[in-house]
């Protein structure tokens, strides 16, 4: 039987640069998005052979904002893509921003097989949006879904932000109010992270606007989990959550530590327990792909320590949590006293806990300091 292979494309592409943003995306021109997709299909090809023996089983088109792309543009990657062998029942999803929706894209999405949409909107306030540095509006989110939905797409995911400059409790439970009025199957929340070097950073720092405090910040996170759950969302991961049977595929293989290829600037891959690292800027993606089709630039083999640290950091951030005896049996080197100690440890200060099926998961206030858990049991 073929082995299970995701594939990730990066679209680096935005009309323009959120406030918080330090994704590889900038705002370029047509010609330069023409002359990237030419690249990236270059590259794609270059690995056909290798994907001859595996079954693709979801591809993720992120960015940046793939739906900036022209009809024109996004039609040569879906072709490219269409060349390798992708099986009807794998998870196709795009993400789309609503200044960029057109009935067209959709039109061109729909045909070529995508069947899941990814919409960042962020926020349903207005002030929070132009803080943000996001340029649309909440009635632009309002059009762009309703031509989604009228499209015939059913599985769509919208992407949510709270802990966000100059946000109150009531503001962040009106923006879940509304995004869960609409019904999408699947709601992405993410708090904000003030990222060093972005727009909204120094704003913050020169007091042009404030954060919510920390105790906010975790009352808003309690509210969206408890506000999504009573609507019929689960929680399957720290920041994602969905009706049953909608949970992201192609995400899951990440926290699972499936493989994966990565396509475009930045991108990375995971496969025979090597991570390959594509080259950061344009500039060098466009030089390393002109001679070549595989564009990678670095290539790390990832030792037995490191898998073990990756295994716990991205196993427990998934509800479903850990097995201990499948820990202890992949990583027997690394599951003796210490980590019993820093388990026993956190499970007494009510972080994690064992389930009577030994499997290890966080307790709400381990997800609520998740970072700080992955820490101690990583040290
Ligand atoms: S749309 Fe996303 S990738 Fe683009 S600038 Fe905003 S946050 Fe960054």
């Not at 299909?41 to 940046?64: A, H, M, N, P, Q």
């Not at 993410?190 to 720092?205: N, P, R």
């Not at 954060?211 to 989990?225: G, L």
């Amino acid at each position: 039987m073929k082995k299970d292979i995701s594939l990730y494309i990066h679209i680096p592409f935005c009309k323009q640069k959120c406030s918080y943003c330090d994704f590889v995306s900038s705002a370029q021109s047509e010609d330069v998005q023409t002359h990237y997709i030419s690249l990236l299909c270059k590259e794609i090809l270059g690995w056909k052979e290798y994907l001859s023996d595996r079954t693709v089983k979801t591809i993720f088109i992120g960015g940046g904002t793939p739906s900036i792309l022209s009809v024109s543009n996004m039609q040569t990657l879906f072709n490219t893509l269409h060349s390798l062998p992708i099986p009807s029942e794998t998870e196709f999803s795009m993400e789309c921003n609503p200044e960029s929706v057109t009935a067209d894209k959709i039109h061109c999405m729909k045909q070529n097989a995508v069947n899941r949409l990814s919409i960042g909107l962020q926020s349903t306030n207005q002030k929070e949006l132009q803080l943000l540095g996001r340029c649309h509006s909440y009635e632009q989110f309002l059009h762009a879904y309703e031509q989604i939905q009228q499209s015939g797409f059913d599985n769509i995911n919208i992407d949510l932000m709270f802990a966000l400059p100059n946000q109150t409790i009531q503001d962040h439970i009106r923006t879940l109010q509304k995004v869960v009025s609409l019904k999408p199957n699947h709601i992405s929340a993410y708090s904000l992270i003030l990222e060093e070097g972005t727009q909204l950073k120094k704003q913050v720092d020169h007091h042009y606007c404030e954060i919510p405090s920390e105790e906010e910040y975790i009352e808003m996170y309690r509210n969206t989990i408890h506000f999504l759950e009573i609507n019929g969302y689960e929680q399957y991961e720290i920041s994602n959550f969905s009706k049953q049977n909608h949970e992201c595929k192609h995400n899951i293989v990440y926290w699972e530590r499936g493989e994966y290829i990565g396509f475009g600037v930045s991108a990375s891959s995971f496969v025979d327990k090597k991570r390959f690292t594509n080259p950061m800027s344009l500039q060098e993606y466009s030089e390393h792909t002109f001679y070549t089709p595989k564009a990678v630039s670095s290539i790390e083999q990832i030792d037995l320590e490191e898998a073990f640290e990756e295994t716990i950091f991205l196993g427990l951030r998934m509800n479903k949590g850990l097995s201990i005896p499948w820990l202890k049996q992949q990583f027997p080197s690394f599951t003796g006293e210490q980590f019993k100690k820093t388990l026993s440890s956190l499970q007494n200060r009510g972080l994690i806990y064992p389930t009577e099926n030994n499997i290890l998961q966080l307790t709400q206030e381990g997800i609520e300091i998740s970072n700080q858990v992955f820490l101690e049991i990583l040290l």
